[in-house]
């Protein structure tokens, strides 16, 4: 269809929201909690360092195989609710998964991710999102996850080692700063 039904200039085709004249390929991003510039991160301009922070990982499960069980959680440390829609997960080695739907983590909460959201064989960890293992795999030995709003470098989390059923975890002071990371 290219009737342009909000009279923005962008056809139905091109529009990610052809009901909205404010919404179109382009547009001034602001805190709406809207795509408003169509490029599908949401209130992108608003995202500080480690606004989203690995709080957790669970790269060596002891209760099933790390194929089953890895997981890793992350914590939304800002006062404002994040949909993650658009971000993208990976490390240093090119692994990568990318958000794909609207996931929002509101303030202060946590959201699990793993390859593996059937609690009957993940060693009964609730999931909020399902990722590829073959896309993204969490290693035992050193490895890290690095945590992007499109080009923005959110946060990131290493370890040097995981210890069966020991999940490497971040609190208290242990916010490490994106600054000191490269990609």
Do not use: K
């Amino acid at each position: 269809d290219l009737t342009d039904v909000d009279g923005d200039g962008e056809a139905f085709d091109t529009d990610c929201d052809d009901y909205d004249s404010d919404v179109y390929t382009g547009a001034t991003d602001i805190t709406d909690g809207i795509d408003n510039d169509c490029d599908i991160l949401v209130d992108e301009l608003a995202i500080e360092d480690m606004d989203i922070q690995t709080s957790e990982v669970m790269a060596d499960p002891f209760a099933t195989l790390d194929s089953n069980g890895e997981y890793f959680e992350v914590y939304n440390r800002s006062d404002r609710t994040i949909n993650l829609i658009g971000w993208s997960f990976h490390d240093m080695d090119h692994d990568m998964f990318e958000i794909s739907d609207d996931l929002e983590i509101e303030p202060g909460a946590y959201l699990v991710l793993s390859s593996n959201a059937d609690m009957d064989t993940n060693g009964n960890v609730p999931v909020d999102w399902e990722y590829e293992l073959s896309s993204f795999r969490l290693a035992n030995s050193s490895d890290e996850i690095l945590i992007s709003a499109g080009d923005h470098l959110v946060s990131t989390h290493e370890w040097a080692e995981s210890s069966p059923g020991v999940s490497n975890a971040y609190g208290g002071t242990d916010w490490e700063d994106v600054s000191d990371i490269s990609n």
